[in-house]
């Protein structure tokens, strides 16, 4: 399999797990502590992809990109400067 069949495979997935051209869940969690120490192409991510669960096909794992610990006092505890 060549890139660009890998490439489609994977925008299919991401297509199945509900994202799309624009997609941003920006206004919800934008004005989150946790969100404004984050680097911006880190905030970018989050922004396109947070929330969104990809199932790997003939494989028992699941990737969640999590965006609800945004909210939560015990991320901004344990967030260590420059993880990024």
Known sequence: MD???KKELFRTALINAGWYE???IKSEIENTPLYK???PK???FY??????????????ETMK?????FNNPKA???????TY
């Open 65 to 69: 990109i999590h965006s609800k610990f």
């Open 47 to 60: 922004c396109e992809f947070g929330g969104l669960t990809l199932h790997a096909e003939n494989k028992l």
């Open 76 to 82: 901004i505890e344990y967030y260590v400067p420059n």
């Open 37 to 39: 120490m984050l680097p």
């Open 22 to 24: 624009g997609r941003s």
């Open 42 to 44: 880190v905030q970018d």
């Open 3 to 5: 890139f660009k069949d």
